[in-house]
């Protein structure tokens, strides 16, 4: 059969398109090689965040007292907490189906690779379309060091599913992921140390908060190592004859080592190029390897489209969303164009930061003028009320003509106000205009207001 639309991929970027194309009146076929859904709400966005906020109770029950709730005896089940994941995980995988054949997008289960743009294969049957849009996204990078392939260790997807619990656990790069499986490990009570090349981690986050962010884990026992360098790994055997992990480094202080029970590897990740047939179309590639977009997200081959981590942009599942609605736009021939101006980036600890639009460290390497508005979130009175004995810090970066060109948050529910930032970045609003804007009070987003 021939399709207006065919879709490779379906994470959160194939899915969508699938969705607004079929919503739209076309005719689409989706192919998805394991399952609907794909990183984010598989082993990605959904199940970490099901498994933090497993971890966040826990650490609200042990600390209760300090609203003067009393909880006697407070304790967690792991393979509970993982059971609860795979439930959430499941549900909405469900609802993606549902949505995409309610859309009457056709799904077929399988690996599809490209004949040529007009013509997929999947199994022993040939799909033709007339526009084909890549949606494959990313996949862990494991980097080659030396002694890796004699070490077990974790990727995410390992440290999701694990029912047994390590005394100590490695994680190398201090990056959103590693920030975040840190996070939830050191709440329950495992030992953590964090190995970050660079000297900071969360690179690509306000720096200011993020070295406030890790002060408070390390306050609260997660080892930090900076600017140092995994040389190599080897194992060697505990005090009880278990099997754990040396892992070997360098720094300025010379050359060391660290050992744990575990190891979970999340230095980056890497576009899904290989095994789907892209030499027969042969996009232009980025010096990444990512796929070169224009701002409908098309490709240099006529008739090709990427969006998702695949093009390499923020490796976000909501940019991937958005990427995906304009390439549909474009093959509509809608008016659309993809804008990276505001796109919000959230770390999912506990407390949460979050940010949007430029850092001060992006603006001094565009060498862009700016004024940085800084307040601490006791300004807002529904923060002191929901956090007791905990700050955090509210940052506008603002241009010389008062537009805001960044907002970052330290404090919880960043997560969730962000996007008020988020939205005054796009529209370019002045501080003034956006400070006409009511704010419900109390909130935790009058901090915005306050700050103004
Ligand atoms: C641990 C972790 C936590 C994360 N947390 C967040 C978060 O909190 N918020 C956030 O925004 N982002 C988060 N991300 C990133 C987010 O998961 C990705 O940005 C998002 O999934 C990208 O969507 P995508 O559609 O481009 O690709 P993917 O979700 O990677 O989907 C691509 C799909 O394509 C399929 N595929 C590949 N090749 C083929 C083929 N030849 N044939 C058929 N199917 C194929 C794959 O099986 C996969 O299902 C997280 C990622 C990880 C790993």
Not at 1 to 15: D, E, F, T
Not at 19 to 33: D, M, P, Q, R, Y
Not at 39 to 44: A, I, M, W
Not at 284 to 289: D, F, H, L, Q, V
């Amino acid at each position: 059969m021939k399709y207006q639309i065919a879709i490779i991929g379906g994470g959160p970027a194939g899915y969508t398109a699938a969705e607004t194309a079929g919503k739209a009146g076309l005719s689409v076929v989706l192919f998805e090689k394991r399952i609907l859904g794909g990183v984010c709400l598989n082993e990605g966005c959904i199940p970490t965040k099901t498994l933090l906020y497993s971890a966040k109770t826990y650490d609200s029950a042990r600390h209760a007292s300090k609203y003067a709730v009393n909880v006697s005896e407070v304790s967690f089940d792991l393979p509970k907490i993982i059971a609860r994941k795979q439930k959430v995980v499941r549900k909405l995988v469900l609802g993606v189906k549902g949505k995409l054949t309610a859309n009457n997008v056709t799904i077929v289960n399988g690996e599809a690779s490209i004949v040529d743009k007009n013509h997929i294969l999947c199994g022993d049957e040939t799909y033709e379309c007339d526009n084909l849009l890549l949606c494959t996204g990313s996949e862990t990078f494991i980097p080659p060091i030396p002694g890796i392939d004699t070490v077990p260790y974790w990727t995410h997807r390992d440290a999701l599913d694990n029912k047994e619990f390590p005394r100590s656990l490695v994680v190398i790069g201090g990056g959103v992921i590693g920030m975040e499986f840190a996070s939830f490990f050191n709440s329950l009570g495992v030992e953590v140390t964090v190995i970050e090349m660079l000297d900071e981690i969360l690179g690509g986050m306000d720096k200011e908060l993020s070295a406030m962010l890790r002060a408070e884990y390390a306050k609260r026992g997660i080892k930090f190592m900076l600017n140092t360098k995994v040389v190599s790994l080897d194992g060697s055997a505990g005090e009880n004859g278990e099997t754990q992990v040396r892992v070997n480094y360098e720094n300025a202080e010379g050359t060391g080592f660290s050992v744990a029970e575990k190891l979970l590897m999340s230095v980056g990740r890497r576009p899904v190029t290989k095994g789907l047939g892209l030499e027969n179309l042969n996009p232009e590639k980025t010096e990444r390897g990512n796929i070169r977009v224009d701002g409908q997200m098309r490709t240099s081959v006529t008739g090709v489209y990427a969006c998702g981590d695949l093009t390499g942009f923020s490796l976000l599942a909501h940019t991937a969303v958005r990427e995906a609605e304009v390439a549909v736009h474009a093959v509509l021939g809608k008016k659309d164009c993809m804008s990276y101006r505001a796109i919000p980036g959230v770390v999912y600890t506990n407390p949460e930061i979050a940010g949007v639009g430029d850092t001060e460290e992006a603006l001094q390497k565009k060498g862009i003028p700016y004024r940085t508005v800084k307040l601490p979130m006791a300004y807002s009175g529904r923060f002191v009320a929901e956090n007791e004995g905990v700050n955090g810090m509210c940052k506008l970066l603002l241009a010389e003509d008062d537009t805001v060109l960044g907002a970052h948050v330290l404090g919880n529910p960043a997560s969730e106000i962000i996007t008020l930032a988020g939205m005054a970045v796009e529209l370019k609003l002045t501080a003034a205009e956006w400070k006409k804007i009511v704010f419900p009070h109390p909130t935790v987003g009058e901090i915005f207001k306050e700050a103004l």
